[in-house]
């Protein structure tokens, strides 16, 4: 099983950034998509939810400024960020939760927002 994350950069506050995850290994359409992020110094937090029956939510602190979507054909999540704040630096990492209930991570991409 892979996830491919990728996306990350430096924006300046205010900006935008699109994170894209690639699967393969699972049933894709079957799996719950999330992406958490992690800041230097702080645990790990879930941002967005996709579930595989079409459900999605956010953390309040993301609430209608991220967007998390998927496409079940290019095994593929993202999450578009916009009105980034310099507190949205983190590493953002992919996880999957398969059909049977087992959890992968992708390998984390780094968001620097600056001030």
């Known amino acids: 099983v892979q996830l491919q994350a990728s996306g990350g950069g430096l924006v300046q506050a205010g900006g935008s950034l699109r994170l894209s995850c690639v699967v393969s290994?699972?049933?894709?359409?079957?799996?719950?998509m999330n992406w958490y992020r992690q800041a230097r110094g702080k645990e790990r937090e879930l941002v967005a939810t996709?579930?595989?029956?079409?459900?999605?939510n956010y953390a309040d602190s993301v609430k209608g400024r991220f967007d998390i979507s998927r496409d079940n054909v290019k095994n593929t999540v993202y999450l578009q960020m916009h009105d980034l704040k310099p507190e949205d630096t983190a590493v953002y990492y992919c996880h999957a939760r398969s059909a049977v209930r087992r959890n992968y991570w992708g390998q984390g991409t780094l968001v620097t927002v600056s001030s």
């Open positions: 290994g699972i049933i894709f359409r079957m799996s719950d």
């Open positions: 996709s579930t595989s029956g079409g459900n999605v």
